[in-house]
């Protein structure tokens, strides 16, 4: 089993500051790739940035340049530095490890139960 645990959401003002965090526990032997989506009400869960373990990094067109993703291999850990927030960033964020592989040698994905970031006035 793999579990993922997010940590960092909250309420911040537009301009400012987040930092998201999240762990990955378990039977693991090694994560391919982590990284972040995000779900508002009524839409379909969207890409925010992934990174794999070799450190090459994707971010949706809407956070580039606002958003960095980093990872922290050892600690099968993926942080999301979220700067310049607005209030289309508010949404919950799920955290997402893919081709996980385990000390079993199953391969599966997992997904964690998601934070909320909240960006208002």
């Known amino acids: 089993q793999v579990h993922l645990v997010e940590s960092g959401g909250g309420l911040v003002q537009p301009g400012g500051s987040l930092r998201l965090s999240c762990a990955a526990s378990?039977?693991?032997?090694?994560?391919?790739?982590m990284g972040w989506y995000r779900q508002t009400p009524g839409k379909q869960r969207e890409l925010v940035a992934t990174?794999?373990?070799?450190?090459?990094?994707n971010y949706a067109d809407s956070v580039k340049g606002r958003f960095t993703i980093s990872r922290d291999n050892a600690k099968n850990t993926v942080y999301l530095e979220m700067n310049s927030l607005k209030p289309d960033d508010t949404a919950v964020y799920y955290c997402?490890?893919?081709?996980?592989?385990?000390?079993?040698?199953?391969?599966?994905?997992?997904w964690g139960q998601g934070t909320l970031v909240t960006v208002s006035s």
């Open positions: 997402n490890a893919d081709g996980v592989v385990t000390t079993a040698r199953v391969t599966l994905i997992a």
């Open positions: 378990g039977s693991i032997f090694s994560i391919y790739r």
């Open positions: 990174i794999t373990s070799g450190g090459n990094t």
